[in-house]
């Protein structure tokens, strides 16, 4: 729309350096973040009782065996030595050994990441549109019935807890009705259908969980704007008031709309793990919970980054967006 | 070794030192013809990233089921818990320390190699390197030599007698791998090869054409996978998700059986959850605590309240009722609140505030520390109970304070368990108890070639556990597993869940 005009198409230019340049300074503070992250992972997990050769070896574990293991997974070397050591790696690219699965932790990570960004995306997919579809009407029956009955929907929706939901829809659709399967069944294997079918059940639990909030954040950034004068101004001159809604009222409201939605999604991928655990679905949270119990290290700072990168990338994309679609903010 | 032919019996059921004739099923899995083929998905309790294909890592019951499908090992327990031949023909010694292992020809590895006696001596050596890190490196230390004394003899040389080498060779852990395998990947013997096997996710056998046993395996594929979550997977089995699964909780067991098309068996095991009194600490060490503290335990109320009835009552002594060696004359320890009054005054410790350490790592405990308070404090005794996570719970907490909880899986000899667990010196010896007596019965056992004088020897070492030891034992714990019913050829071994986890080659699909 800057095109037409010569004045805008000046300012252009400058838009997108104040975005390259944000993203730029974002991507510095993100190293540093994720630098800072995974000391405080790498020296929490340190503090917790008992390490990987102890966990792995468990209840039986004989004094010698424990020396033994922990001298093959390198655990008898000081905690600094070996952080330094994972960064050295990771600055290769190469995210180390798995101690417990004795597989490279890049590996074990191809398998589970892939299924947790496709029950992401489907849920994404699903709930961003559905979320604001009841924002939008409820916004523009601001009062009236659709707006209460969605309210309550979304209210009730925030207050149920995943289990919940997720247990209902086992006993109803998998254990009654035999419609879908109860548990995840997502393998190389699988057909898409199988695959569609497997996720559907998880896919409808995540979407419950982030459709509230998303549907409620549309409703209170749309109603901020309805109430604005320009709405008022375009209802006057006749223009329609579909229209409105779609091209005055969203670009200004989107800021706040999408922030909400990346919050959300970013709950998705680490946030899944109740999903993961009902369904047994193989996703990254679990195996994050995973890491956690065999005192994994490598594997558990690898899964870390990827939670810390998607959070600060969902962030980043949220100012862009609302950046581009608010001129005010390239200033 | 019984004569020629490979009939399903005289296969099986071979001469083995020490161990009768016995017939392998119950009389109407003989009776009901096999069918062949099929495919079921098995779900068990736990899974993660430490899942291995690995036999000497084996450390939960997923591994266990897996390593039954993809290996074998030259004995196998059966529902008498005795052992009978797998992959040995007859296991023979004169002295019990030195044992002629005879195997079995004709047996070939997934990867289509031969199985020789070279397989059979590095499979059993590397569990004395520590860096197989291998679950019974304490036991394979016992094996002064083993080496192949023909292409199909192994000649294992102990270093003390012990009769009960057929029975320790039964273990998962002891399964056998193709010479050269450092880190084994599923080249076994077993009925089923690997197909798939992702650490955590899944594991996909498919039937071994070429498996010893005729006509074996029935299925033709299994698929394991594992729900950590209860109530999942109770209800993947009724929606048909999936066809086997272990760990039911005996609160699920009407779900299951109101379904019509699934059952439960329940495996009556050597399983049980012990409250551990340390005799190096105070006031645990005093006998006369001990004493209270045993007759505070409501046994049946345990066995009703906590398993439903899934339980066998126990006697502060680690053998179970239905083992061999059982020994029935000891006199049943009951709740008791004036005898642990007397012996509480007795200990001097009316009023003094004891903790008392439990966790959900140790299956019950919480709930039996409940119950032991509550009889404690109606006789005097206040116990403090600490709750803490089960995270961590084995290397931080277990034996490391006066009372904690301990959780013992089933073993496959007496001598195992009283070795491991009760023995001056050995590994874990809960209670850090030392009895001279017990320690010399041990060694006489091991060696006693007059199965007899064996179990009147280990009928008394029960007896010394169950007078002098601080373990309380209040009940063995069953095994329950949920299945649909056209599985059929499961029968309980009271080892674990699933057969022993060797249902494998067992079962087969009636559709």
Not at chain 2, 41 to 61: G, I
Request: glycine share 8%; proline share 7%.
């Amino acid at each position: 729309m800057a095109g037409a005009f010569p004045q805008f198409a000046r300012k252009a230019p400058r838009g997108a350096s104040v975005i390259l340049h944000l993203v730029g300074r974002r991507a510095a503070s993100a190293l540093l973040t994720l630098l800072l992250v995974s000391i405080v992972v790498f020296t929490i997990s340190g503090l917790l009782p008992g390490d990987a050769a102890q966990e792995t070896l468990g209840q039986s574990a004989t004094p010698a065996q424990v020396a033994a293991l922990r001298h093959e997974m390198g655990l008898d070397r000081p905690g600094p030595v070996r952080y330094v050591q994972w960064l050295g790696g990771i600055l290769r690219a190469d995210p180390g050994q798995s101690l417990v699965a004795n597989m490279p932790v890049r590996d074990i990570i191809a398998e589970r990441l892939p299924n947790s960004l496709m029950l992401a995306g489907f849920t994404a997919v699903i709930a961003v549109p559905l979320a604001l579809a009841m924002g939008i009407a409820a916004a523009v029956h601001r009062g009236g019935k659709v707006d209460r009955v969605l309210s309550l929907a979304t209210l009730s929706m925030v207050a149920v807890p995943e289990f919940l939901v997720a247990t209902l829809g086992v006993l109803v659709f998998s254990v009654k009705l035999l419609w879908l399967p109860s548990i995840a069944l997502v393998s190389s294997e699988a057909s898409l259908g199988d695959t569609i079918r497997s996720c559907a059940l998880p896919v409808m639990t995540l979407t419950f969980v982030v459709v509230a909030q998303m549907a409620r954040m549309t409703r209170a950034a749309m109603i901020a704007q309805l109430d604005a004068g320009y709405v008022e101004m375009a209802e006057l001159k006749g223009v329609p008031f579909g229209r409105i809604v779609l091209w005055h009222v969203m670009p200004n409201a989107i800021g706040p709309i999408v922030n909400a939605a990346a919050l959300s999604l970013s709950y998705l991928l680490g946030g899944a793990i109740i999903v993961e655990t009902i369904f047994n679905f193989p996703g990254l949270a679990s195996l994050m919970v995973n890491a956690v119990t065999s005192r994994d290290m490598p594997l558990l700072q690898s899964c870390a980054m990827i939670f810390c990168a998607a959070y600060l990338l969902l962030v980043l994309i949220a100012d862009v967006v609302a950046i581009l679609s608010n001129p005010r903010q390239r200033a | 070794m019984s004569g020629g032919g490979f009939s399903r019996r005289t296969a099986l059921a071979g001469g083995l030192a020490g161990a009768g004739l016995l017939a392998f099923g119950r009389a109407q899995d003989v009776l009901a013809v096999p069918r062949r083929g099929g495919s079921i998905r098995v779900a068990t309790q736990s899974s993660s990233t430490a899942d291995t294909l690995d036999p000497a890592k084996a450390s939960v019951s997923t591994d266990y089921v897996r390593i039954g499908m993809v290996y074998e090992g030259l004995t196998t327990p059966d529902a008498n818990l005795r052992p009978v031949p797998a992959l040995a023909e007859s296991l023979e010694s004169r002295d019990r320390q030195t044992w002629i292992v005879k195997l079995r020809r004709g047996v070939t590895f997934h990867d289509g190699g031969d199985f020789t006696a070279d397989d059979v001596v590095f499979s059993l050596l590397r569990h004395k390197d520590p860096a197989t890190a291998s679950k019974l490196a304490g036991i394979a230390a016992e094996f002064a030599s083993v080496r192949a004394s023909g292409r199909h003899e192994v000649t294992i040389r102990l270093a003390a007698p012990n009769a009960d080498l057929p029975a320790i060779l039964s273990q998962p852990q002891f399964a056998i791998v193709r010479k050269g395998d450092i880190h084994p990947r599923g080249n076994g013997t077993g009925p089923f090869r690997v197909r798939h096997f992702q650490p955590g996710v899944r594991t996909v056998g498919e039937r071994f054409a070429d498996y010893w046993m005729p006509g074996r395996p029935y299925l033709d594929r299994i698929e394991l996978i594992a729900i950590p979550d209860e109530v999942s997977r109770v209800n993947a089995l009724l929606a048909g998700d999936c066809q086997m699964i272990n760990a039911v909780n005996p609160r699920s067991i009407r779900r299951i059986e109101a379904s019509g098309s699934h059952r439960v068996m329940a495996t009556p095991s050597g399983l049980y959850t012990d409250l551990i009194m340390r005799a190096d600490a105070a006031p645990t060490g005093n006998p006369h605590f001990v004493e209270a503290i045993k007759h505070l335990i409501d046994r049946p109320l345990v066995k009703r309240a906590l398993f439903r009835g899934h339980a066998t009552i126990g006697n502060d002594q680690p053998i179970p009722p239905f083992h061999p060696y059982y020994n029935p004359n000891i006199p049943q320890t009951t709740l008791d609140l004036d005898r642990a009054r007397w012996h509480i005054a007795k200990a001097g410790l009316k009023g003094v505030r004891v903790p008392l350490y439990c966790s959900p790592a140790a299956e019950g405990s919480v709930d039996m520390a409940s119950i032991i308070q509550e009889f404690g404090a109606q006789a005097g005794l206040e116990l403090a109970v600490n709750r803490v996570p089960a995270d961590g719970y084995w290397s931080t907490h277990w034996m490391r304070h006066p009372m904690t909880f301990g959780n013992v899986n089933p073993r496959p000899t007496a001598d195992l368990l009283f070795s491991q667990f009760y023995k001056s010196n050995g590994d874990w010896n809960e209670t850090g108890w030392k009895n001279e007596r017990f320690d010399r019965l041990l060694a006489d056992a091991r060696s006693q070639p007059d199965e007899a004088l064996r179990k009147e020897i280990y009928g008394e070492m029960q007896r010394i556990v169950h007078d002098k030891a601080g373990t309380a034992i209040p009940v063995f714990i069953s095994l329950i597993d949920g299945y649909d019913k056209r599985i059929k050829g499961l029968h309980p071994i009271p080892l674990g869940a699933f057969m022993g986890y060797r249902f494998s080659q067992h079962v087969w699909l009636d559709a």
